[in-house]
Nanobody, 126 residues
Framework: QVQLVESGGGLVQAGGSLRLSCAASGRTFSNYIMGWFRQAPGKEREFVSSISVAVTSTYYADSVKGRFTISRDNAKNTVYLQMNSLKPEDTAVYYC???????????????????WGQGTQVTVSS
């Protein structure tokens, strides 16, 4: 089992920044692909970003490319999502996810992730 706990959400004005953190506990964090997803009210959960096990590859949704940066610190069992130039349409609950799969093409689909955090609310005011 892997437990994931997100933090860092909040209320920010458009154009502002937030950094989300996801602390993992349980199994070997460095063995997991880590991803961020978000779900806005009335919408389906969507992929935001992910980072590979070897930290050699990162992936972003087109809507956040150039504004968000994903990173991981395997020594701290933590993955981060730096969000800059936030827009009102970024408002959502953001979820951290971990996948222990090997060999699947990345970025993974949401159903390919094994563990999920409880989510953290990000609200961007206009």
């Amino acid at each position: 089992q892997v437990q994931l706990v997100e933090s860092g959400g909040g209320l920010v004005q458009a154009g502002g920044s937030l950094r989300l953190s996801c602390a993992a506990s349980g199994r070997t964090f460095s063995n997991y692909i880590m991803g961020w997803f978000r779900q806005a009210p009335g919408k389906e959960r969507e992929f935001v970003s992910s980072i590979s096990v070897a930290v050699t590859s990162t992936y972003y949704a087109d809507s956040v490319k150039g504004r968000f940066t994903i990173s991981r610190d395997n020594a701290k069992n933590t993955v981060y999502l730096q969000m800059n130039s936030l827009k009102p349409e970024d408002t959502a609950v953001y979820y951290c996810a971990a996948a222990g799969v090997i060999g699947l093409p990345e970025p993974l689909y949401s159903y390919e992730y094994d563990y999920w955090g409880q989510g953290t609310q990000v609200t961007v005011s206009s």
